[in-house]
């Protein structure tokens, strides 16, 4: 681990540790919250450990916390973290040839490791931008939830230090960035509708595993094959641009 820190500059490392100082925030208000909820102290804990993945254990925990059944919370985790496999497809050459390299890997792949990853130019700085902040986020995380939870045995109510905020902040921050693309943003509203209207009819948990009825509207259209084999799409500047060659040729 020593040869990996020597091998990053100064301002990947700064930037490593500004983003391990947000998730331990983050981390001890998850902790709080599950614990001030009901949930025993080992719940976030274990699941800090053997799950590692922020935004599914918020959404875990705000299932189970608003009444929402085992199979619901797992399967919204599930399908929050589903992002997570084309991400190790593109940090697959840093894990290491061994199995229990890999292993290790794929249990601190998030998006933060992978963004560090992505931003590197050479293999050699690949791999240790992605070890330095893989395992230095699973440290943190896991003793800032441990803090956490700890802390929240002792908090009345999470609500008057705004702690109920993490839930809906962190599921926020993960959705925005991908809100630009207008497809992406037409999916999400639908299934936000689907969702908001199906709350008072049925149990928790629920609703928010229908918003997937919004999946169709991200679909990308496939471009049209002309005769002659060339595709095209079917947008306005497409066929502007047609209409113009159409011109040039008569």
């Not at 070890?131 to 802390?151: E, I």
């Not at 948990?205 to 999946?215: E, N, T």
Request: aromatic share 6%.
């Amino acid at each position: 681990m020593y040869s990996f820190w020597r091998t990053l500059d100064r301002a990947t490392l700064r930037d490593i540790g500004l983003v391990c100082v947000a998730d331990a925030l983050v981390g001890a208000a998850f902790g709080a919250i599950a614990v001030s909820g009901g949930l025993p102290l080992w719940v976030p804990m274990a699941m800090s450990l053997l799950v590692f993945a922020g935004g599914a254990q918020f959404a875990a925990v705000a299932v189970t916390l608003a009444g929402g059944g085992a199979v619901a919370a797992v399967t919204a985790a599930l399908v929050l973290n589903a992002r997570l496999l084309p991400f190790g497809f593109a940090v697959a050459d840093v894990l290491g040839r061994g199995r229990a390299a890999r292993l290790a890997g794929a249990h601190v792949i998030t998006d933060e490791s992978v963004a560090f990853v992505l931003r590197q130019p050479d293999q050699r700085r690949r791999r240790a931008a992605f070890w330095v902040s893989g395992v230095g986020l699973f440290a943190v995380w896991n003793l800032a939830v441990a803090l956490g939870a700890l802390a929240g045995q002792g908090i009345g109510d999470t609500d008057a230090l705004g702690l109920d905020a993490a839930f809906p902040a962190v599921l926020l921050a993960l959705v925005v960035p991908a809100l630009k693309d207008r497809r992406t943003r037409t999916a999400a509203l639908s299934g936000a509708a689907v969702a908001v209207a199906a709350t008072p009819f049925l149990p928790a948990g629920l609703p928010v595993l229908l918003a997937l009825a919004g999946l169709p509207f991200a679909a990308r259209r496939r471009p049209a094959t002309g005769a002659d084999g060339s595709t095209h799409s079917d947008g306005p500047d497409a066929a502007a641009s047609r209409t113009g060659r159409e011109g040039e040729d008569g």
